[in-house]
């Protein structure tokens, strides 16, 4: 697939001063931005957000090549209403994963194996603030991004794994509410992520083995009283039930019936309480396994069709 994307550079803030000494790239970095037709009106945009140990690539052009999910939506969502996407990184991922000898581009895997408690601090805390500067940043200034308005924007959130439970965590603690938020192939609950299947999906390559995600998980539980509710509620699925009337105007979820890690009966759970406290809520399951990469095509029209038609 040829790429059509530009980059814009975006700061953001780091709230923890020895991650920014560390991975300075962390709190500056590109953007890849797919902008609508100027010609004509474009008043929306896409903002997506990538799964766990996407784009953490030492090679630019494979790097590039996990941007093909986010781009097929893009593409999409430009041909049907000519909204503009941009694709958000989680914190050490895509070329936020340098550290300041620019080798270490297993920087998720390395925080992690420090401490699990970097899941939240600096992961979770970390996105929050990103999608707030982001929104914050087009609403001042909506031409960078490709919009030719400059009022009235509709804002929609998408993520996709672990992306998808921070666009959750994110459009919960926005003090606006969303034209609509996509969660693919994500639940919440990450506690009864079965650890054989992160073994199966991320030991070989990254390391992230049985052994470290029950470490992460423990460590987790030494702070769990510490961390903010919405947190508590994506990790352990302790807490009220998710609001998400309050934080989208529509909400969907797209689930893989093949997906080992966000099991069926795992999104089963996550749609059921969903359900109890919205009416606009639309799911889809695919014959795909986690990573869907032969369903990318089939995702992108599913997800267009929702963004694009109220």
Not at 61 to 76: D, N, P, S, T
Not at 288 to 298: F, G, K, N, T
Request: hydrophobic letters at 35%; charged letters at 25%; a negative charge.
């Amino acid at each position: 697939m040829p790429t059509s994307f530009e980059t814009i550079t975006f700061e953001t803030h780091v709230e923890y001063n020895f991650l920014q000494t560390q991975f300075s790239r962390n709190n500056i970095f590109e953007l890849p931005i797919w902008k609508a037709d100027q010609n004509k009106n474009c008043n929306e945009i896409l903002i997506m957000i990538n799964g766990f140990l996407e784009g953490v690539e030492s090679d630019q052009r494979k790097m590039e090549r996990h941007l093909e999910r986010y781009e097929a939506i893009a593409k999409k969502v430009i041909k049907e209403k000519n909204i503009t996407s941009v694709m958000l990184p989680l914190p050490f991922h895509f070329n936020r994963s340098r550290d300041i000898t620019g080798d270490n581009q297993f920087a998720p895997i390395s925080r992690l194996t420090e401490s699990g408690t970097y899941l939240y601090y600096g992961g979770f805390t970390q996105v929050v603030s990103d999608v707030k500067k982001l929104i914050n940043d087009i609403e001042n200034n909506p031409s960078r991004f490709g919009l030719n308005v400059t009022e009235n924007i509709k804002f929609h959130l998408l993520g996709y794994s672990l992306g998808g439970v921070a666009a959750i965590g994110s459009a919960l603690h926005l003090e606006r509410k969303l034209e609509s938020l996509t969660i693919l192939l994500s639940a919440w609950n990450l506690s009864e992520i079965n650890p054989e299947a992160i073994n199966n999906a991320f030991g070989e390559r990254f390391g992230l083995t049985t052994e470290l995600w029950n470490k992460m998980i423990e460590e987790l539980n030494e702070i769990k009283e510490n961390t903010d509710p919405i947190f508590k509620k994506l990790i352990w699925n302790k807490g009220e039930p998710i609001a998400f009337n309050k934080c989208a105007e529509r909400v969907l979820f797209l689930h893989g019936f093949n997906d080992d890690i966000f099991t069926n009966s795992h999104t089963e759970d996550s749609r059921n309480q969903a359900l109890e406290v919205m009416e606009k809520c639309t799911f889809v399951n695919i014959p795909s396994d986690h990573y869907a990469l032969r369903s990318r095509e089939v995702i992108a029209g599913y997800v267009s069709t929702f963004v694009c038609n109220r």
